[in-house]
């Protein structure tokens, strides 16, 4: 070979050399630029997923508490319904005799010549504590699902109150509620 095709070829050589170490260097800038890149987005997506897990553990605190309350409110609806049944019990169990009480003396027998007295069969006029035993019957009806008509036509039967529409008014609000 001539020394000028030598050094021509050494040239072209030291050019591509300088070329492939150009690109190399290049290749290498961007793969650092792209892992630089990726690192911050994984920061970004750490910081992110961190905030998520937090408020996630802040909804989860608060629906353990409504769950704790909604429980605690349950309870003591169910325990004013079984306040409530015992109630009724006690208002439609017959009054316990005392066992040493004496009976009662039979009515005397009406004389000849008097008219017999016929007993009134309408239901008692019903004031003040009556009024509310005809109030939690009709509240105890209306949680056992019956009708507002089949709870007044109950009243009518057994109760003669001043104004039945107005406590089944009061009632079926409640119930409603």
């Known amino acids: 070979m001539s020394p000028e095709r030598k050094s021509s070829a050494a040239a072209a050589a030291d050019r591509v050399r300088a070329v492939l170490e150009a690109a190399e260097q290049s290749a290498a800038e961007l793969r650092a630029e792209a892992a630089q890149e990726i690192e ?50 006690g208002i439609e169990a017959p009054p316990a005799r005392a066992e040493l009480e004496p009976e009662p003396e039979p009515d005397p027998e009406p004389e000849p010549d008097r008219e017999p007295v016929v007993e009134d069969s309408t239901p008692p006029v019903v004031e003040g504590e009556g009024v509310e035993g005809a109030r939690v019957i009709a509240l105890n009806m209306a949680l056992n699902g019956a009708t507002r008509e089949e709870t007044a036509r109950y009243l009518s039967e057994n109760f003669q109150l001043d104004d039945p529409d107005a406590l089944l008014d009061e009632v079926y609000a409640r119930v409603s509620s």
């Open 40 to 89: 911050s987005q994984l920061a970004r997506a750490q910081a992110v997923a961190e905030r998520l897990s937090g408020r996630a553990d802040e909804i989860e605190k608060a629906l353990q508490g409504l769950a704790d309350s909604v429980r605690d409110e349950l309870s003591a609806l169910k325990a004013d319904l079984e306040e409530l049944r015992a109630v009724k019990e």
